[in-house]
């Protein structure tokens, strides 16, 4: 059965630079990135980008994302990812956001779940996860959660917050602040207050609101199915080769007829296993 929505698509203009690259996932058991898939972007507007171990690539709807990957956004666009546990997180517009460390307690839920938002805006909606594992870092401190939806804008060296359902426990250097259900506040370094932001907040995330939260299951059930290669997301750039297969104890890449070997379904090949269809 093919796994779904881990591909990250090579951008044209980078293919062929990145031929080698991908060449090499076909002799190796070890993942590309050294981050876990942690989640799925679900809708991205514009143009959004991940950083991991030195490589920068598009993430398009339907792209994995990775524990350790900075996922950010231009002024103009943003993007929805659903991480395994069901955790929302909408990344506004001119963002940078760290999926910083993820430890799992389960097949879908975290132990340790810890972000860091060092510029932009981002709506955080918690899954299912026991809520004391999430941690969301930023230049001035860092906010826990319990059972909660909140939005955070980083404005050069203040934090302004919105819980919009249940509450966040924020702490910096001068100490620590629960904020509720409907309450607003301000962070800096070393001062945290109550603040009238109001839910208009969440309009640096997502204009014309964020909408219901997506679970990770719906997500996946959703968006595109890609080949893989032991559990390696296969490049688009290998597709457009014609490569269909590969050597399961050597690495070794076999061909095909025509460009649509990612669309292939037939034979048992374990770059292209045969679907469940």
């Known amino acids: 059965m093919r796994q779904k929505n881990q ?8 293919a062929l630079a990145h031929v080698g690259l991908a060449l090499s996932l076909l002799a190796s ?21 991940g950083k991991l171990q030195s490589q920068t690539l598009r993430i ?11 996922v950010k956004t231009n002024p103009d666009s943003s993007a929805k990812i659903v991480l395994k546990d069901n955790t929302n997180l909408n990344v506004g517009p001119n963002s940078s956001l760290t999926l910083d460390k993820f430890v799992f307690s389960g097949e879908n839920d975290y132990q340790k ?10 709506r955080f909606t918690s899954g299912q996860s026991d809520k004391r594992a999430y941690e969301m870092k930023t230049p001035v401190g860092t906010i826990g959660v319990r059972g909660t939806q909140y939005t955070i804008a980083v404005v050069g060296n203040t934090v302004r917050g919105y819980v919009s359902e249940g509450e966040v426990t924020v702490c910096n250097e001068g100490g620590c602040k629960t904020f509720h259900e409907g309450e607003s506040f301000t962070m800096t370094p070393k ?12 309009g640096t995330v997502c204009q014309g609101g964020c909408g219901e939260a997506t679970s990770y299951s719906t997500a996946m059930n959703t968006t595109t199915t ?16 014609g490569i269909a297969g590969a050597g399961a104890a050597a690495g070794v890449a076999g061909s095909n007829n025509g460009s649509n070997a990612s669309n292939d379904n ?5 770059l292209f296993p045969a679907s469940d269809q």
């Open 7 to 14: 591909w990250r698509g090579f951008a044209p203009v980078r």
């Open 226 to 241: 890609v080949p893989t290669i032991n559990g390696i997301p296969l490049p688009a750039v290998l597709a457009g080769l």
């Open 113 to 122: 779940a810890a972000f860091n938002l060092t510029k932009g805006a981002l």
């Open 266 to 270: 037939s034979g048992s090949s374990p």
């Open 29 to 49: 058991t070890t993942p590309a990135f050294a981050g876990d898939d942690v989640g799925v972007a679900v809708t991205v507007r514009n143009e959004v980008t």
């Open 191 to 202: 001062t945290v207050e109550a603040a009238n932001w109001g839910s208009g907040l969440e």
């Open 60 to 70: 398009d709807s339907g792209s994995a994302v990775f524990g350790k990957e900075i």
